[in-house]
């Protein structure tokens, strides 16, 4: 059974910084790209980062590059997401989740639970 | 890209035939998926590719459309599928999400 477990989230303030992990379990992390997605409390959806199954190729969405760190350690089936300079607007639940393969490639077809970050002074 | 979805909340039976559409502003192909989120659950891909079920996901869900305008159809509702929709263009990154359609009891 495929299972993604996110932890590291928690409250912050304003110009701080976080470190998010995903635990990875139940299939072959290392030959799967893996993504980072957030939801605003009552909000939608937005993409944050993909990630190449080899850390080769990396994407960020405008509103976090520069300030958040995608990383991933094939050997520990675990990846991660540094957040720095947080803004209020960054407050969210915090999905990891495994990118398809082949045809399904550009979707998510398995997601962690989250993990919320709020980030309040 | 964005993505609008339509519409933005509906209400039905048990039963009941439900269709969600979305629209892209630009043309996707057909890099498009829908996903189902219900509260505590993870969210769960349902259809990529446009059209293309999920291994797992009943029959009564379906999906069509191509470049810009897409729908997810229901065929029969079940208990289990009132649960809030939404919509993902894969067709450009950053990938993107409709605003979400809230399938509501009647």
């Known amino acids: 059974e495929v299972q993604l477990v996110e932890s590291g989230g928690g409250l912050v303030q304003p110009g701080g910084s976080l470190r998010l992990s995903c635990s990875a379990s139940g299939f072959s992390f290392s030959t799967r790209w893996m993504s980072w997605v957030r939801q605003a409390p009552g909000k939608g959806l937005e993409w944050v980062v993909n990630m190449k199954y080899d850390g080769s190729e990396i994407s960020y969405v405008d509103s976090v590059r520069g300030r958040f760190t995608v990383s991933r350690d094939n050997a520990k089936s675990s990846l991660y997401l540094q957040m720095n300079s947080l803004r209020v607007d960054d407050t969210a639940v915090y999905y990891c989740?495994?990118?398809?393969?082949?045809?399904?490639?550009?979707?998510?077809?398995?997601w962690g639970l989250g993990t919320l970050v709020i980030v309040s002074s | 890209i964005q993505m609008t979805q339509s519409p933005s909340s509906v209400s039905a039976s048990v039963g009941d035939r439900v269709t969600i559409t979305c629209r892209a502003s630009q043309g996707v192909s057909t890099w498009l998926a829908w996903y189902q989120q219900q509260p505590g659950r993870a969210l769960k891909l349902l259809i990529y590719?446009?059209?293309t079920l999920q291994s797992g996901v009943p029959s009564r869900f379906s999906g069509s459309g191509s470049g810009t305008d897409f729908t997810l159809t229901i065929s029969s509702l079940q208990p289990e599928d009132f649960a809030t929709y939404y919509c993902q263009q894969g067709g450009g990154f950053p990938y993107t999400f409709g605003q979400g359609t809230r399938l509501e009891i009647k």
């Open positions: 590719g446009a059209s």
């Open positions: 989740v495994r990118m398809g393969g082949l045809e399904a490639r550009r979707t998510a077809d398995q």
